[in-house]
T-cell receptor, first 114, second 113 residues
Framework: GENVEQHPSTLSVQEGDSAVIKCTYSDSASNYFPWYKQELGKRPQLIIDIRSNVGEKKDQRIAVTLNKTAKHFSLHITETQPEDSAVYFC?????????????FGQGTILTVHP | DVKVTQSSRYLVKRTGEKVFLECVQDMDHENMFWYRQDPGLGLRLIYFSYDVKMKEKGDIPEGYSVSREKKERFSLILESASTNQTSMYLCATEVGSGDYEQYFGPGTRLTVT
């Protein structure tokens, strides 16, 4: 089955700096890669996603890049703010003929210091 | 707005008890999932269902079962709770048919003593 590795497990930055979180996956059939943000005490929510036919996607201060050959993808947050502090999860989706499932990474605790 | 609710936010049970966790969604989504969340291990899939009365094992199904009698409701059952099942349990729904965004419930923090 799919295996997703996420690094680093914790990341501490100063407000205004950039933050990068990296994930690798094992199943070359995976074709959808979302990123979820989970604030303390809250449920995970999708913040950005990318499909395998696209190399990069950007939404304001966040961007995701995908390298299918190397089987890795990354989340980039620019101009970080204290409200970006949360746990971030990457995931990879491998679909079957009628259904599929997400495999999540281990999570990254991002702390943005004012 | 998608609404996914779970029956309890906090639950304390004794070893050996049968435990039911319920998840209800109001958006007519096809697919529903149960995950457990543990620090450093991310979200691990226990079971999922892509149709009423259908279920598929996820990555860690041992010690759990599920039931989906109606489209909007997906139940997770711990047949005989054990201390290593102490965890946060998250339910999620997905539209299906090529839309893979998952919507999570608030979670149930289960403690087995």
């Amino acid at each position: 089955g799919e295996n997703v590795e996420q690094h680093p497990s914790t990341l501490s930055v100063q407000e205004g700096d950039s933050a990068v979180i990296k994930c690798t996956y094992s199943d070359s059939a995976s074709n959808y890669f979302p990123w979820y943000k989970q604030e303390l005490g809250k449920r995970p929510q999708l913040i950005i996603d990318i499909r395998s036919n696209v190399g990069e996607k950007k939404d304001q201060r966040i961007a995701v890049t995908l390298n299918k050959t190397a089987k890795h993808f990354s989340l980039h947050i620019t101009e970080t703010q204290p409200e970006d502090s949360a746990v971030y999860f990457c995931a990879a989706y491998a679909g079957g003929t009628s259904y599929g499932k997400l495999t999540f990474g281990q999570g990254t605790i991002l702390t943005v210091h004012p | 707005d998608v609404k996914v609710t779970q029956s309890s936010r906090y639950l304390v049970k004794r070893t050996g008890e049968k435990v039911f966790l319920e998840c209800v969604q109001d958006m007519d989504h096809e697919n529903m999932f149960w995950y457990r969340q543990d620090p450093g291990l991310g979200l691990r899939l226990i079971y999922f269902s892509y149709d009423v009365k259908m279920k598929e094992k996820g990555d860690i199904p041992e010690g759990y079962s599920v039931s989906r009698e109606k489209k909007e409701r997906f139940s997770l059952i711990l047949e005989s709770a054990s201390t290593n099942q102490t965890s946060m349990y998250l339910c999620a729904t997905e539209v299906g048919s090529g839309d893979y965004e998952q919507y999570f419930g608030p979670g149930t923090r289960l403690t087995v003593t």
